[in-house]
């Protein structure tokens, strides 16, 4: 089974003028992400406005990345939905479009128990038997947290389920994911700003939003630590650092697509209740971006595919 590692870009989702998810556009950022160096792709997620897509959108927008990257880098479709049926649904469709394995987050809105919350998980992975499965735990966002201890009893019953995304800042509970299965059970965090410290501590890796729009200084913190050089990981790391929080780490995706477009990836704006940030912050965000740039020596305009650090 492929897993994910390394740098794995949590992709927005583009869409047109008249708001239709933009096929085009994704395939322009896909090969840039893949010219990039990208360790792996994570179409459909937060990152992608998950819930404001329609069941049918996400289909396209996940065939559309797995088309694209032909097989070059493994690509993870994020599936989790409002109903059980609907994530059932999307991880069936997602093995047959072809990708190598699916993410699901944990339930939303609606409080889940441990044993409810092990339920969903079971029927989920044995509807997609043999295929792996990442859980998504991000409690700040879905208010139901996954503990380790119901990430064991997931994983004992379904083999398939190989790992886990984990975007909260707990540290010790991460050390307690990586524990499971013997520390063979795969663990990627989404605080990209500590990722050289993540590594260190064991992490396969991150999956970033920030590295979807400039991959550029991630990949370089993950190559450095694969040679060992931690001297190399600190000079990118901060690099990185500083790119997260131009973009504000995550918290608007509407910072994440402005970027693009000013890279030169086009990529629309956000669907409501979303707004796109005003002019005044996206000249503030330019700003940001081309003296972070300048001082660390990458390329802010790109067409497309090929290395800019």
């Not at 999307?90 to 809105?109: C, I, N, S, W, Y």
């Not at 043999?130 to 879905?142: A, E, H, K, S």
């Not at 501590?201 to 993950?222: I, N, Q, R, W």
Request: with cysteine; proline share 3%.
């Amino acid at each position: 089974m492929k897993q994910l590692y390394g740098v794995t870009t949590a992709m927005i989702t583009a869409f047109n003028a008249d708001g239709e998810v933009d096929e085009k556009a994704l395939e322009q950022l896909t090969e840039f992400l893949i010219g990039q160096r990208i360790n792996a792709l994570y179409p459909c997620g937060t990152t992608g406005e998950m819930l404001k897509l329609k069941e049918e959108e996400r289909k396209l927008a996940a065939e559309t990345v797995v088309r694209q990257a032909k097989g070059r880098v493994p690509v993870y479709i994020h599936v989790g939905a409002s109903t059980t049926e609907e994530t059932i649904r999307l991880a069936v469709h997602a093995k047959e479009a072809g990708a190598d394995g699916v993410g699901v987050v944990t339930p939303q809105f609606f409080k889940a128990t441990d044993e409810e919350m092990e339920a969903y998980y079971c029927s989920v992975a044995k509807a997609v038997e043999g295929f792996p499965v990442y859980l998504y735990n991000i409690p700040q966002c879905t208010g139901n947290d996954l503990t380790a201890a119901v990430c064991e009893q997931i994983a004992e019953k379904c083999p398939n389920v190989v790992g886990i995304k984990y975007s909260y800042g707990d540290m010790a509970r991460m050390v307690e994911y990586l524990k499971i299965r013997d520390w063979r059970f795969s663990v990627l965090h989404g605080m990209d700003k500590i990722f050289s410290g993540l590594l260190v501590l064991g992490c396969d890796g991150t999956v970033s939003g920030c590295a979807g729009v400039f991959p550029e200084p991630y990949v370089k913190v993950y190559e450095a630590y694969l040679r060992r050089d931690f001297q190399g990981m600190k000079k990118y790391q901060k690099a990185a650092a500083e790119i997260g929080d131009a973009l504000k780490n995550g918290s608007n995706m509407s910072y994440f697509k402005e970027a693009l477009r000013m890279r030169g990836i086009p990529v629309g704006g956000m669907r409501l209740p979303q707004k796109n940030i005003g002019r005044e912050e996206i000249e503030k965000l330019e700003q940001q971006l081309r003296k972070i740039c300048a001082d660390y020596g990458m390329t802010f305009e790109v067409s497309g595919g090929g290395n800019t650090l």
